[in-house]
């Protein structure tokens, strides 16, 4: 007997019948994906999108992104939130919305777990240097970087590089790199994600940013979302105060977002019951707060850009971090025998340039520190 057989005969249950019984009709469903680029037999009782999320969890990428930045460095502290982390708040807010909408969470959870795996060392200070580094060459962005690791980087089978994604991961991630693009709506299951990486970051930039001590929760309370929050907290707790309010004010914000974009989207799928994934793309449906919301969160996130964002200690990291990534691309550049063996490799196939900006993207914040002081800081720099 098969696996997929006894698994039937068990009474165990497969993922066609969990779709089946649990998804709406415009949710992305298992066996209507359009396969993988180098097809591969079904797996007994994973669903493709399982695997996808599966194949990022193992992947090395995925791992290094516990020594990457968000916003905050790792000298600052370490209550904040890591790029691992942040990630890991995606992928459960993302889940709480797709299960609510009747979407596929298995798809939805592999497009959380993959969409900030491109970020290289150093937040966007990191990216905007790679960015002027390579413009020649196109520029770069870690949106598109993620495509190049799932595509290419990452090494799983003998007979084919990369990870050999869905094409539903690919081009849902495909749609993050031009996002005012006039191209094709992304599936409900990316918008989901979407929408849940600006609420996450959203929230705990707030928290991590009056833990640190860079703005109080008074100064915060100035903006009209932040205040009302606090409002419900008090309605809802009575009088906290101390980090008591800062934790109850950071669960409240994600609630209130997450409530929001659900009373906003959910009654409007419900009256315009697209009958596919492809009629609710076509129609143009999307996902997202409602008016009052999306404006509130405007104004929090320009208080964040000047108050927090651009705070003195974190642009004085940004213009270190951005001195030593044009150090190494200099440096790797003009000496690739720096290069670890795969990335010469790839130099020959690409060009130096594009490889020495896959190797820098890859590295952990430390990692980077650690080559940087190995072969080109001024003072530890070996001839
Ligand atoms: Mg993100």
């Known amino acids: 007997m098969s696996v997929a057989e006894f698994f039937t005969s068990a009474g165990l249950q497969t993922v066609e019948d969990r779709e089946s019984r649990l998804l709406a009709p415009y949710a992305m469903r298992s066996a209507a994906s359009q396969g993988r680029k180098y097809p591969e037999p079904e797996h007994p009782y994973r669903g493709p999108f399982q695997r996808d999320r599966d194949r990022i969890v193992h992947s ?39 299960r609510a909408l009747r979407l596929n969470e298995d798809l939805i959870e592999a497009l959380a777990l993959f969409h900030d795996i491109g970020h290289p060392p150093f937040g966007h200070a990191g990216e905007d240097t790679l960015n002027e580094c390579l413009a020649d060459k196109g520029g770069f962005s870690h949106n598109r970087y993620a495509l190049v690791i799932a595509e290419q980087l990452e090494s799983r089978y003998q007979s084919f590089p990369g990870l050999n994604l869905t094409r539903e991961v690919l081009e849902s991630q495909a749609s993050r790199i031009d996002k005012s693009s006039t191209g094709p709506v992304p599936l409900l299951e990316a918008q989901v994600v979407e929408v849940a990486d600006s609420m996450t970051y959203d929230a705990h930039d707030t928290d991590d940013a009056v833990k640190l001590g860079l703005v109080t929760l008074d100064e915060l309370a100035t903006i009209p979302l932040v205040s009302e929050t606090i409002e419900r907290v008090r309605q809802r707790f009575g009088n906290l105060h101390g980090k008591l309010l800062r934790k109850a004010t950071v669960h409240e914000l994600i609630d209130r977002q997450v409530t929001d974009v659900l009373q906003t989207t959910g009654p409007e799928l419900d009256r315009r019951r697209p009958g596919s994934p492809d009629e609710a793309r076509r129609t143009g449906f999307r996902i997202g707060p409602g008016a009052t919301l ?43 025998a720096l290069l670890p063996q795969k990335f010469r490799d790839r130099a020959e196939a690409v060009g130096i340039a594009i490889a020495v900006g896959d190797y820098l993207a890859g590295m952990t914040d430390r990692y980077c520190e650690q080559q940087y002081e190995r072969f080109f800081s001024t003072k530890g720099a070996q001839s």
């Open 294 to 336: 999306a404006a509130q969160k405007t104004q929090l996130e320009a208080f964040l850009y000047e108050r927090v964002y651009r705070h003195p200690q974190l642009i004085a990291m940004r213009s270190r971090a951005q001195e030593q990534l044009r150090a190494m691309f200099t440096g790797y550049c003009r000496r690739p």
């Open 60 to 98: 090395s990428a995925y791992r290094r992104l516990s020594g990457k930045m968000q916003v905050f460095t790792g000298e600052m502290g370490d209550y904040h939130r890591t790029r691992l982390t942040h990630t890991h708040e995606v992928a459960s807010i993302a889940r709480t919305i797709g």
